[in-house]
Nanobody
Framework: EVQLVESGGGLVQPGGSLRLSCTAS????????MSWVRQAPGKGPEWVST???????SYADSVKGRFTISRDNTENTLYLQMNSLKAEDTAVYFC???????????RGQGTQVTVSS
C-alpha cells in the first residue's frame, strides 16, 4: 500500500521559513519523480515543485528562488525548504507521487502552512 505522510507545517510570520517533510512507503521511492502541490482556501490545486529521482528540481514561478525541493532516497523522504514566506503561500501542502498531478496520483493527507503576522 502506497503511503505518503507529510509533516512540518505550522504558523509562521511573513519572511519566515519552514521545512516540510514527506515520508514515503509501499513503493520504490528512489525510482519516482516526486512533487509538492498546494491548495489554498477556496482555490484549486497548484503545482509547487517536482524533483527527479536523481535530484533535479523544477519550480512554479511563484516560488522560484524561495523554495528548494530535495530528497533522501536512503530514507524515502521528500523535503520542501520554504524561505521568505509570504501570506499567499498559505495553503495545505500535499506530497504527490510522480509528476502526473491528476487526482488519481497517490498523495498524502496534507500539512497546513499558514503565513500570518
Amino acid at each position: 500500500e502506497v503511503q505518503l505522510v507529510e509533516s512540518g507545517g505550522g504558523l509562521v510570520q511573513p519572511g519566515g521559513s519552514l521545512r516540510l517533510s514527506c515520508t514515503a512507503s509501499g513503493f520504490p521511492f528512489s525510482t519516482y519523480d516526486m512533487s509538492w502541490v498546494r491548495q489554498a482556501p477556496g482555490k484549486g490545486p497548484e503545482w509547487v515543485s517536482t524533483i527527479t529521482p536523481r535530484g533535479r528540481g523544477s519550480y512554479a514561478d511563484s516560488v522560484k528562488g524561495r523554495f528548494t525541493i530535495s530528497r533522501d532516497n536512503t530514507e524515502n523522504t521528500l523535503y520542501l525548504q520554504m524561505n521568505s514566506l509570504k501570506a499567499e503561500d498559505t495553503a495545505v501542502y500535499f506530497c504527490v507521487r510522480g509528476s502526473d498531478l491528476s487526482p488519481s496520483s497517490p498523495r498524502g493527507q496534507g500539512t497546513q502552512v499558514t503565513v500570518s503576522s
